[in-house]
């Protein structure tokens, strides 16, 4: 019953999610870099992402020294736990390390990764049920953004909406808070083994309700290292109406004071409301689930995600010289398998530190999350994570 629980609550909210498209830009010609669109050469499934333990829902991950670092949502273990959030690690070996099909996630099994807080329903139970139908669904969408330290060590990042929930899933609390969480890697301590960086919530109220959310929907790191540039979308209680765009230096994420907020194609000390169209970045994602990294290989801004109606493999890719645009209408370039439960697939995403230049080459892995009916137990279902291979021209 979990894994079918899990997917559903995460399909569902996603669609909630999905509404609305932003409308197409029309390109700036004074901006005097061109707009690249990638062009597939090849792709192929090359493994699924997993660790039989878990039945784990909609994965990111980002390059933490010489392995990946994994979160992700709704996650049902072997041993009757279910769990909001779990993280994990998968190894390198010239590539992915893949052993009999499959590259392993594992880690720390024991708890949720992102904790729900005593006002999320901690004491209920597991993953933030509030045990009278409610719930706070405390769900990473976007990878954790890194921030190198001294001698290896790393500062992860994650924004979190404080979604409440009721048991349809519509939400209780439309435009919640957005909680930042922070991950310390050590690789002294946590550079072997199955040990995971631990969490500390850094601010569970970082972006106040009813402000937008910006990390959550993903983020981009400048290629001299310096800036991080956050997505959040905009919403006007019944729609997502676009993403908007905030920027930081990257060692200074905890101070808001640092941040700036991109308006009317400028860039403010003051956040746009949340529903302001003006701070609209038309084509930074499609409102859909994806992953936003700069590639050099392309000298661009990329997004790679699903269309906006979220349900589905397939995978449309958008381009930008700067964050701030223009991007390229987002185009498919990709389909992946849809599994054969109702919710076949959703969740979209890119690993660029899976590639060994780290987003940088001429390729991208790709994972979804795919729902299959058990063969023996038709009302079973089983969450898996193709690893596809894609190479561009
Ligand atoms: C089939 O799966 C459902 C959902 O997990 C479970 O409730 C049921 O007990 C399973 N049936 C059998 C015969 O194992
Ligand atoms: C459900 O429980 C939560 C946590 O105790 C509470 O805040 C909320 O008001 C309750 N909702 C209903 C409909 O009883
Ligand atoms: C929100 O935006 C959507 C999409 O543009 C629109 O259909 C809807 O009427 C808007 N709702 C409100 C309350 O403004
Ligand atoms: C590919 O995916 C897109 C978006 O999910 C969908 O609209 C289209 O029907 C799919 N095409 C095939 C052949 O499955
Ligand atoms: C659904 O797909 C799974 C995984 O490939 C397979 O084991 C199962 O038999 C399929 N079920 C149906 C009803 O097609």
């Not at 009999?100 to 999320?120: R, S, T």
């Not at 930042?180 to 631990?198: E, F, I, M, W």
């Not at 930074?284 to 995600?305: E, H, I, K, R």
Request: with cysteine.
């Amino acid at each position: 019953m979990f894994p079918t629980f899990a997917s559903l609550l995460s399909s569902l909210a996603l669609l909630q999610c999905a509404q609305a498209s932003p409308t197409g830009a029309t390109p700036d010609k004074s901006i005097n870099k061109r707009a690249v669109t990638p062009v597939l050469s090849a792709a192929s499934q090359v493994a699924t992402a997993s660790y039989p333990y878990w039945n784990r829902d909609s994965c990111t991950s980002v390059r933490v020294q010489y392995r990946e670092f994994w979160t992700c949502r709704d996650s049902a273990g072997q041993g009757g736990q279910f769990y909001s959030s779990t993280a994990s690690w998968s190894d390198f070996n010239n590539g992915p390390l893949i052993t009999n099909g499959q590259l392993y996630l594992y880690g720390d099994d024991n708890g949720e990764y992102f904790k729900n807080q005593p006002d999320e329903c901690q004491a209920g139970s597991n993953s933030g049920n509030c045990m009278n139908g409610t719930r706070y669904a405390i769900w990473p969408d976007s990878p954790p953004l890194p921030v190198a330290g001294s001698n290896n060590a790393v500062k992860l990042y994650t924004w979190i909406i404080k979604s409440y929930l009721n048991n349809d899933l519509s939400p209780i609390t439309k435009n919640p808070a957005t909680s930042l969480y922070r991950s310390d890697y050590n690789p002294a301590n946590q550079g072997v083994s199955k040990t995971l960086p631990p969490v500390t919530l850094v601010n569970e109220n970082f972006w106040p309700a009813q402000s937008i959310p910006y990390g959550s929907y993903g983020w981009a790191i400048s290629p001299d290292g310096k800036t991080a540039y956050l997505y959040g979308q905009l919403n006007n209680g019944t729609a997502n109406l676009g993403a908007a765009l905030a920027r930081v230096p990257i060692n200074s994420i905890e101070d808001k004071s640092q941040y700036s907020y991109y308006n009317n194609g400028g860039w403010s000390s003051t956040a746009p409301s949340l529903t302001s169209t003006s701070a609209r970045i038309a084509n930074a994602g499609t409102n859909g689930q994806g992953t936003f990294y700069y590639s050099s290989y392309f000298s661009s801004y990329m997004w790679l995600g699903a269309d906006s109606i979220n349900i589905g493999s397939g995978f449309y890719v958008a381009t930008a010289p700067i964050p701030e645009g223009p991007w390229t209408s987002p185009i498919l370039f990709y389909n992946g398998t849809n599994g054969n439960a109702s919710l076949g697939a959703y969740s979209q995403q890119a690993h660029p530190g899976l590639t060994s230049s780290n987003g940088g080459g001429n390729d991208i892995y790709l994972t979804f999350s795919k729902n299959d009916k058990d063969a023996a137990n038709s009302s079973h279902i089983t969450t898996t994570h193709p690893l596809i291979h894609v190479i561009w021209n």
